[in-house]
């Protein structure tokens, strides 16, 4: 088996108005411990500091195009976190999203072919869950 590296995963979470430090972390925490780059790695803190809109929508298209997997958080609507999940399905890339159960996700979401969609009861339930994907997609 050829070796291609380390993947990269770009996580998308919401940051302007629903930023959840916790899960971030969490799902910072699960993709370093697997062996994934963090090709987002700004989310973490939750800030954008010193760019231009602009320059934080280029770099973030940019981001998703250079990594291999789309890891989202979509219990809460975000504008921003949708267009990445929009660019990841353009771009052919296999993507995990992640929801609490009791979350009202969109089906525009929900259909998107391919798609791997990860409900979860608390943060346990989550990385459990998480980490099995991840690790079978580790494997393809």
Same mark, same amino acid.
């Given at each position: #088996?050829?070796?291609?590296?380390? +993947?990269?995963?770009?996580?998308?979470?919401?940051?302007?108005?629903?930023y959840?430090?916790?899960?971030? %972390?969490?799902l910072?925490?699960? =993709?370093?411990?697997?062996g $994934?780059?963090?090709s /987002? +790695?700004? *989310?973490l %803190?939750? !800030?954008?500091v010193?760019?231009? +809109?602009?320059?934080?929508f $280029?770099? &973030?298209?940019?981001?998703? !195009?250079? /990594? &291999?997997?789309?890891?989202?958080?979509?219990?809460?609507? %975000?504008?921003?976190?949708? #267009?990445?999940? #929009?660019?990841?399905?353009v %771009? !052919?890339?296999?993507?995990?999203? *992640?929801?609490?159960?009791?979350?009202?996700?969109?089906?525009?979401?929900?259909?998107? +072919?391919?798609a791997?969609?990860?409900?979860?009861?608390?943060? *346990?339930?989550?990385?459990?869950k998480?980490?099995?994907? =991840?690790?079978? #997609?580790t494997?393809?």
């Open positions: #088996m050829e070796d291609k590296g380390t +993947p990269k995963v770009y996580l998308a979470v919401p940051i302007v108005n629903y959840d430090s916790e899960i971030t %972390s969490l910072g925490k699960i =993709l370093t411990d697997l $994934f780059e963090i /987002s +790695p700004w *989310v %803190s939750g !800030k954008d010193g760019k231009t +809109p602009e320059e934080i $280029f770099r &973030d298209i940019n981001a998703v !195009k250079d /990594s &291999d997997i789309l890891l989202a958080e979509i219990s809460k609507p %975000s504008h921003g976190v949708g #267009m990445e999940v #929009m660019q990841a399905y %771009s !052919k890339k296999r993507i995990i999203l *992640v929801a609490r159960e009791d979350s009202n996700i969109s089906f525009l979401v929900r259909g998107i +072919p391919g791997i969609l990860v409900e979860y009861s608390d943060y *346990v339930d989550l990385e459990g998480l980490r099995k994907i =991840l690790k079978e #997609m494997l393809l």
